[in-house]
């Protein structure tokens, strides 16, 4: 079976009037089947503009992108992956099941299997009592639950999320990763997650891939050795191995200097 | 809440008519003048009539002729004439307005060209267009087709409905954020699927106003273009014809004059109804 995502020499430039704004500079990077891999790194390090790429979004400048050993254009088009935003972007005219089942609509799935899955999907995210509710009736968390479910619609095998859990609190942030570690343990999707935060990608990830800013470049791929994903459960964030895996991170992300305690622990 | 609202809607209606009663009541039968000039109107009961003479009025035939209709029934078939020509207007309005705005969305440069045109077209004065739509319209005679004054009229108040149309509706097929647009694009469904599913339905809190104003002014636009066109039946000609017989019977023309506000009130809350079967489309947008 090919790689989920296979990134071949790509570099992404943006053009304005006035300048040249390299965003991601020989970038290569596969992710395989299954995997979970994060991206992490400073505020315009090309996280994002990466998982665009790989969603097909944005186009490269130059190097290929392929997903399941497709163009990422023929990817897109199959429906090879789903894709969550920060933004949980639930359409508010629509129910909750209503949303989840927006993929299969536009692509033409029957009505009574749209239901099935639709139950299954609200099973899956624990929101099966809230099926008829509207998104504006929903917190944050829940919102975000929706989105990762109609994102998992079509049962794909790659899963893109950007920062899907980065405008919630806390608390709710924890457990949607423990939810989404699970998500991933039922589902066997390949996953590539953007993030800001260091636990976060160390407790979620097989391997946090640091980005580095001007020009956008992957600076180090840290891999992380805590299992499978049905082993990432709570017990997981007071283990030391997870803290070693937090720490290398870190160092990778400061280039290998060493810093002081308390740095960003979200 | 509801009953709260009709409460103050009956009482505004009240008030309105307390104070008709106690201008004519209180103020001078000549009205203010100062210098010359009327500042004030005349109160008088050809200038006012009370507003029982006006019901009393609306009770009686139209004039003395035998088997004339009573004043408020002529007045109500003539409203729901018009009504009806307002309606069409309205409807043509609306699918051309929406079919400009759809049009402006899906190439932007149809919007540039568009665009400056539109809101030129709205300001050529009404009875500049009046005849030459007549012309025109008498050009398309055919075996089978015969060119209606009332469709002169039609379109008159269509010219005058689309235009909030097409701005509101424009602007609401581009409210969508450019979350929805990717995520519609990670989809891979062409322009009229992402119309119909995102666009469209995002435009309603956008649509909803723009045809309360759209329904206004075909309303208004029938009015005025009947007496324009010279279209007999409606409340507009109505209205000319009778306020001629005013001095020898004033309270006479302040029928049709509710008339025309009666259809207003009809429009306006034909709108509010297809708003209240929309609502769903109006919830207020949440971001997480």
Redesign the interface.
Known sequence: MSAAVTVTGVNKTFASKKQTTIALEAVDLEVAAGEFVSLIGPSGCGKSTLL?LI???DAPTSGTVQVFGKSAKQA????D?G?A?Q???????RTVRENIE??L???RVAASARRARGDELLALIGLGEFGDR???QLS?GM??RV?IARALAESPKLLLMDEPFG??DEMTRERMQTELARICADTGAAVVFVTHSIPEAVFLSDRVVVMSPRPGRIREIVPITLGGAQERTEGLREDAAFFAGVSAVREALHGGTPTALGVDNR | MTARRIVLGVAGVILLAVAWELYKALAPADGLVIGGLTVLPRTSDAAMPHLWTMLGRALEPVSGAAGSPLLVVATLQAAAFSLGVAGVGLLVGVVVGVGLAMLMQRFRTAESALLPWIVLSQTVPLIAIAPLVKRWGATLHTESFRWEDWMSVAVIASYLAFFPVAIGALRGFEAP?A??R????????GWW?SFV??RL??S?PYLVPALRLAAANAVVGTVVAEVSIGLNGGIGRMIIVFGQSGSADPAKQWSPIAGAVLIGLVAAGVIVLLGTVLR?????????
Do not use: C, K, M, N
């Not at chain 1, 897109?76 to 429906?79: C, K, V």
């Not at chain 2, 769903?280 to 997480?288: K, Q």
């Open positions: 665009r969603a097909d979004l897109r088009l199959d429906q992956y894709i935003f933004q949980a972007g639930l359409l508010p005219w927006l993929p609509q536009l692509h509207y998104p504006d944050g919102q975000q989105a405008a919630l | 954020d979350a929805h990717d995520l519609f694009r990670s989809y891979g469904v699927r599913r995102l339905p995002a309603v769903r489309y109006r919830r207020a947008e949440v971001t997480a």
